[in-house]
């Protein structure tokens, strides 16, 4: 599973994403520019001991990783989405892709692709969830999907 943060803003959040990705062995991508330094201490904190358990890509836009995987099935969360994320059927090598925490995706991205795109259903009103949280939502359900692959 590949987990894909599209221009992340707040490094507490990226760090608790990490840790995340580290305890199921998703593969975590950063979309440039980023929000913050990788040297952050913040970044560190929040992903505490699990840096090395992480897989982390970079990539300078988010056009130069659709053409690293041109295979890939890519689900674009936000809270403009036709479909809730759990009436997806993932498979364990597809792209979680979720933008930054005060614009989410951009709107070209979903625009072209409508079909990709997920939500987390919320009560009218409520805004958005925040992004380690959406992230752990949707991640989980894919996995539940799949059996919870290497999971114990």
Not at 14 to 30: D, E, F, Q, Y
Not at 67 to 95: C, E, I
Not at 103 to 126: D, K, Q, T, W, Y
């Amino acid at each position: 599973m590949h987990v894909v943060l599209v221009q992340p803003e707040i490094p507490q959040n990226t760090g608790n994403i990490a840790r995340s990705c580290a305890a199921t062995g998703a593969k975590l991508h950063l979309v440039r520019p980023l929000g913050f330094s990788v040297d952050d201490r913040q970044l560190k904190r929040a992903g505490l001991d699990y840096w090395h358990l992480v897989e982390v890509y970079y990539h300078d836009s988010f056009s130069q990783l659709e053409a690293k995987y041109p295979n890939a099935r890519w689900h674009l969360a936000t809270t403009k989405g036709g479909r809730f994320y759990s009436q997806v059927t993932y498979q364990m090598d597809d792209f979680l892709v979720f933008g930054s925490e005060t614009r989410g995706l951009p709107p070209e991205m979903l625009a072209a692709r409508p079909e990709s795109c997920v939500r987390i259903p919320m009560r009218e009103g409520s805004r958005s969830l925040n992004l380690s949280n959406a992230v752990a939502i949707v991640l989980f359900e894919a996995l539940r999907q799949n059996g919870f692959p290497g999971l114990v």
